[in-house]
């Protein structure tokens, strides 16, 4: 009877353990099988959900309610800026009235509600943002709208471009009008109306 060489023996138990554990892994692999547990390492940064509630861009916004459209009823004023910095964010200015309708919708770069009466530093975010933060707050204060739209004593010039005389004389000869003002830059001066004939805001004089 021969003799077991019992080195070989255990080298060979040992290769085939080895063989059948690698085959073990790959065939979970290969099956998608994952563990249940993922351990985050330190470096990781865990992943959001997909269904996430994204954080709101609105910087700054101001709201009123104020007579427009109907002397009756009251519209919604909104002004508000989103983006990364108030200086170089966007402006959304919109009017709606009381039944939910959309009656001036106007968007403009915020560095435009810097007006000749800004005297800081243009390089100082904290005296822009400052500027700027006062404009949306003053935007529809109560100086900023008056009725009649337009005075009695006010003559019609023509500027075709925004308005035609008819509608011009429409909302001068409604006593009840009311007009509301602002400003984007230094020069362009916007005063802007509801004409009831064309069912929407019109800007009936535009200036410096």
């Known amino acids: 009877m021969k003799k077991v060489n019992t ?4 080298l060979l138990i040992g290769t085939l353990f080895l063989v059948y554990s690698c085959g073990e892994t790959v065939s979970k692999k290969e099956s998608g099988e994952t563990p249940a547990v993922k351990e ?3 470096t990781e940064e865990p992943r959001e959900s997909a269904s996430a509630t994204k954080k709101s861009d609105i910087l700054i916004e101001n709201k009123v309610l104020h007579a427009f459209s109907d002397p009756s009823k009251k519209d919604e004023f909104r002004i508000a800026i989103s983006g990364k910095s108030l200086l170089k964010g966007k402006v ?4 709606t009235n009381s039944e939910g309708k959309n009656l001036l919708r106007e968007e403009f770069d915020a560095n435009y509600l810097l007006g000749y009466d800004f005297t800081g530093n243009i390089n100082s975010k904290k005296e822009t943002d400052a500027f700027i933060q006062k404009r949306i ?3 529809f204060s109560e100086d900023r709208f008056n009725t009649p739209a337009i005075e009695e004593d006010v003559v019609f010039e023509d500027q075709s471009y ?3 005389k008819e509608t011009w004389e429409e909302v001068k000869a409604n006593k009840q009008s009311i007009g ?3 400003l984007l830059g230094s020069e362009d001066g916007r005063h ?3 004409s009831g004939k064309k069912g929407k805001v019109v800007m009936f004089y535009n200036c410096c």
């Open 180 to 182: 509301f003002y602002y």
């Open 162 to 164: 925004y308005i035609d």
């Open 92 to 95: 959304l200015f919109t009017i």
């Open 7 to 10: 080195p070989f023996l255990l």
């Open 137 to 139: 707050r003053e935007f």
């Open 192 to 194: 802007i109306a509801f």
């Open 40 to 42: 985050i390492k330190e």
